[in-house]
């Protein structure tokens, strides 16, 4: 046996060698699988949905808004509740029904309110966060580059009072987003919608006049204003904000109107190109899917209905109701646009 032995120990010593490396490669290929495994995903764009909107609304029947509730459960990262710091209705419904984290906008449009009220703010700022845990963002005034446009003489006031609250509530809720709003065509001197583009200026101090006292830079988005086409969107369209600030963006509204065209007082929009389409509303979110989520992490549409049902009653209509008249992801009376499904997909692998 032992004779056996020493005639074949070249061919167990390759036997013992063979096993050595397979023993050997297995190990190391193990691993390499599990560090495949175990990568995160990518980074993406947490897109959301603003504003209580049913079909129907503000008529919409128990159904209507039940449909709602699921429809932004399922298909918003996070709600926008934008709302005026007294008028409190549908944050109260939203931290019932809405099971994600909430973009709260306080509205403090009035002077009074930021002149004699704005103890009584912090106060019910303390109480909401204390309340609603669910509130992960917070805005403190909105879009208030148009209020300094309004408020000329009384703005400085609202500054001294926002850096007030936004050091306060920081203190004591470190963990919430704070920040305050600016509409961003209006904050570059454009905006030809809302009127006065031909007067308005850059009123980019306004970040310098609040620097150190914000934790994100809210904004409200409408490249239509100006834009006739969603492909017109310069490249370089956020490059005076981001020369300027570091704090990453968040997009409290922003859409694109599907509605092709304007009657009566408004048919120069027409003329002009300034009007929507719902292949325009997909082409901006695609758009909007390239932005760069290190510098945009949150983008909020606005609106999941129409305000108004404008492809029938075009002619009840204000002009002023045609800026947002078409700017949701469906239609008034609950019917689906093109963009629907689009935003949809957003979610299929979350």
Do not use: C
């Amino acid at each position: 046996m032992h004779t056996w032995l020493r005639e074949h120990k070249w061919a167990w010593a390759v036997m013992l060698l063979v096993l050595v490396l397979f023993v050997a490669a297995m190990w190391r290929r193990e691993p390499m699988q599990e560090t495949r495994e175990e990568q995160p995903p990518e980074p993406q764009i947490s897109f959301g949905i603003a504003g209580y909107s049913p079909a129907g609304f503000p008529n919409s029947s128990i159904e209507q808004a039940e449909a709602y509730w699921a429809d932004v459960n399922e298909y918003s990262s996070q709600l926008g509740v934008h709302v005026d710091w007294q008028d409190l209705n549908f944050l109260e419904v939203a931290a019932q029904k809405y099971k994600g984290d909430i973009v709260l906008v306080l509205g403090l449009q009035r002077p009074t309110e930021w002149l004699q009220s704005e103890q009584q703010v912090l106060a019910k700022i303390f109480e909401l966060l204390g309340k609603y845990p669910q509130i992960k963002y917070l805005g403190i005034g909105n879009e208030v580059n148009l209020l300094a446009e309004q408020y000329e003489a009384e703005f400085p006031q609202f500054l001294e009072a926002y850096r007030l609250l936004y050091w306060e509530t920081k203190r004591d809720f470190p963990q919430v987003k704070i920040f305050t709003t600016f509409q961003y065509e209006a904050l570059k001197g454009e905006g030809y919608l809302m009127g006065n583009a031909d007067v308005r200026e850059p009123q980019w101090e306004l970040l310098e006049e609040i620097a150190g006292y914000y934790d994100m830079v809210g904004l409200t988005v409408y490249p239509y204003f100006d834009l006739a086409a969603p492909a017109q969107i310069p490249t370089n369209y956020f490059e005076p904000l981001l020369t300027k600030v570091t704090k990453p963006i968040i997009v409290t509204e922003t859409a694109w109107i599907s509605q092709p065209s304007f009657p009566g007082e408004l048919v120069a929009l027409s003329d002009k190109g300034l009007t929507g389409s719902e292949e325009e509303q997909v082409e901006y979110l695609g758009y909007l899917q390239t932005l760069p989520v290190e510098k945009f992490p949150v983008v909020n549409w606005l609106l999941l209905h129409d305000p108004k049902d404008w492809s029938s009653r075009m002619t009840s209509l204000k002009p002023s109701d045609f800026t947002f008249a078409s700017a949701a992801l469906k239609n008034y009376d609950d019917s689906e646009k093109q963009i629907w499904e689009k935003w949809k997909s957003l979610f299929a692998t979350r």
